[in-house]
T-cell receptor
Framework: DQQVKQNSPSLSVQEGRISILNCDYT??????FLWYKKYPAEGPTFLISISSIKDKNEDGRFTVFLNKSAKHLSLHIVPSQPGDSAVYFCAASVGSSNTGKLIFGQGTTLQVKP | KAGVTQTPRYLIKTRGQQVTLSCSPI?????VSWYQQTPGQGLQFLFEYFSETQRNKGNFPGRFSGRQFSNSRSEMNVSTLELGDSALYLC???????????FGSGTRLTVV
């Protein structure tokens, strides 16, 4: 039972353009969502998070949007840079931010072309 | 400050053996979680320890176990290894748990 789904295994964008990564979830109890980036041979790196009481959170070039009615969140990267090329995972948790249990999506490989 | 350290980085074991993986969290972090990453299943939560107590557990068989010491260092153990246990095992730490986890680089376990 895949509670968090990233339906696009890969995405390719041109440098300077916007990258939009999508994530859907099925468990309405999820109340905290996170995005991680992973390079080969390294552990995932925390990027940005959003609480279910918000619909948008911004941090520099990264913005996460949450649509609770659609059970959908997206990560926007503007402008995209070649160094952003990595695997991006969305993750969700129940019980706000004070839980160590995260449910991850399968990941989307982003390639940013120079 | 030093990041999350996992040892060893690579490990090859034979079916039926048991293995112990180690994780040293960032200094001051009391929560340690473990994840298994495989190509087919993605990142799956194994368990979380906080102040030496297991606080959360994922859906893995009892062959997978863990513990946390008073200095917050953690170990996970897999007994009676199966070929399907071949995976990247990731440890993550945070001060109290949850958001803003810092992951280690993982231990790549291969079962032959």
């Amino acid at each position: 039972d895949q509670q968090v789904k990233q339906n696009s295994p890969s995405l390719s964008v041109q440098e300077g353009r916007i990258s939009i990564l999508n994530c859907d979830y099925t468990n309405s109890m999820f109340d905290y969502f996170l995005w991680y980036k992973k390079y080969p041979a390294e552990g995932p790196t925390f990027l940005i998070s959003i609480s279910s009481i918000k619909d948008k959170n911004e941090d520099g070039r990264f913005t996460v949007f949450l649509n609770k009615s659609a059970k959908h969140l997206s990560l926007h990267i503007v402008p995209s840079q070649p160094g952003d090329s990595a695997v991006y995972f969305c993750a969700a948790s129940v019980g706000s931010s004070n839980t160590g249990k995260l449910i991850f999506g399968q990941g989307t490989t982003l390639q940013v072309k120079p | 400050k030093a990041g999350v350290t996992q040892t060893p980085r690579y490990l090859i074991k034979t079916r039926g053996q048991q293995v112990t993986l180690s994780c040293s969290p960032i200094s001051g972090h009391r929560s340690v979680s473990w994840y298994q990453q495989t190509p087919g299943q993605g990142l799956q939560f194994l368990f979380e320890y906080f102040s030496e107590t297991q606080r959360n557990k994922g859906n893995f068989p009892g062959r997978f176990s863990g513990r946390q010491f008073s200095n917050s260092r953690s170990e996970m153990n897999v007994s009676t290894l199966e070929l399907g246990d071949s995976a990247l095992y990731l440890c993550a730490s945070s001060e109290t748990g949850g958001v803003g986890y810092t992951f280690g680089s993982g231990t790549r376990l291969t079962v032959v």
